[in-house]
């Protein structure tokens, strides 16, 4: 069964820091891959999603994550935190496997603090 | 398009109460999910239809939770009697054909507080 693992259940960083949030995950086939973003009082927002390709890829608000298949991790980062980056960040694995149904598996979740 | 609507927003009730919470999914998306977050246990997903059909109840905890999806534009997630363990953000998201691919939209979720 696919799992994710979110290291750090809570991530302080200065403002101006370099964002580094990890995500591992366990799959028996190459996955898709997702970060999502949760504002206080709001519902999950789609940052950015790995599914073929370039293994680089780029979000909204300056976001960008790389897939390592060697070391299955897909780690989210922002060269420069602002203070508006505060928030819940989830990482979220499917599994590229012809299943008739769509499931997406939620890690625990980082929260992030940036401190001014 | 508006999004994935859910309502209410809030809802205080009491325990042994009966509850419903209502969603619309984006039009032109096939899944629906219902998920729960608690500080306790996280993003739990609840229940999931596809075309309208339930395909995986396994997460709803109880008897007292069911979930119905009567058209494509309108599902309810209802728990009867309330307890206050049920307190929780319950959120909907919806998905295109192919959603593990596109990812989900989620709603703004209900705060349920049962006292």
């Known amino acids: 069964a696919q799992s994710v693992t979110q290291l750090g259940s809570h991530v302080s960083v200065s403002e101006g820091a370099l964002v580094l949030l990890r995500c591992n995950y366990s799959s028996s086939v190459p996955p898709y891959l997702f970060w999502y973003v949760q504002y206080p009082n709001q519902g999950l927002q789609l940052l950015l999603k790995y599914t073929t390709g370039a293994t680089l890829v780029k979000g909204i608000n300056g976001f960008e994550a790389e897939f390592k298949k060697s070391e299955t991790s897909f780690h989210l980062t922002k060269p420069s935190a602002h203070m508006s980056d505060a928030a819940e960040y989830f990482c979220a694995v499917s599994d590229e496997a012809k299943t008739s149904y769509d499931k997406v598996i939620f890690g625990p979740g980082t929260s992030l603090s940036v401190i001014p | 398009d508006a999004g994935v609507i859910q309502s209410p927003r809030h809802e205080v009730t009491e325990m042994g109460q009966e509850v419903t919470l209502r969603c619309k999914p984006i039009?032109?998306?096939?899944?629906l999910f219902w998920y729960r977050q608690t500080m306790m246990r996280g993003l739990e997903l609840l229940i999931y239809f596809n075309n309208n059909v339930p395909i995986d109840d396994s997460g709803m905890p109880e008897d007292r939770f069911s979930a119905k999806m009567p058209n494509a534009s309108f599902s309810t997630l209802k728990i009867q009697p309330s307890e206050p363990r049920d307190s929780a953000v319950y959120f909907c998201?919806?998905?295109?054909?192919?959603?593990?691919?596109?990812?989900?939209?989620f709603g703004s979720g209900t705060r349920l507080t049962v006292v």
């Open positions: 039009s032109g998306h096939d899944y």
């Open positions: 998201a919806s998905s295109p054909p192919g959603g593990k691919v596109y990812g989900y939209t």
